[in-house]
């Protein structure tokens, strides 16, 4: 351990936690013990956490919307 509390997690250890440059981990302790363990990020850990109000939107209906939109206007401005 370096002056600064800095550990090196040996290769063995972040291949079996999948880690990789720039992941974060999370050290928990108790009973004389420490655990090493892949940390979410927090925005992953929130992801879904929240029901949608409403369903996902249909984009393609959206873009035929939009589309249908553009087309009566052009027509008014030719009327």
């Known amino acids: 351990m370096t002056r600064k509390g800095q550990v090196t997690i040996p290769i063995s250890v972040r291949r079996m936690l999948g880690l990789k440059p720039g992941d ?23 992801f879904g956490a929240v029901p949608p109000i409403e369903r ?8 035929r919307e939009f589309e249908q939109g553009v087309a009566e206007e052009a027509r008014r401005d030719l009327e």
Do not use: H, K, W, Y
């Open 56 to 63: 996902p939107e249909d984009f393609a209906a959206r873009r």
């Open 24 to 46: 974060r981990v999370r050290f928990r302790a108790g009973d004389g013990q420490a655990i090493v363990e892949r940390a979410e990020s927090a925005l992953l850990a929130g």
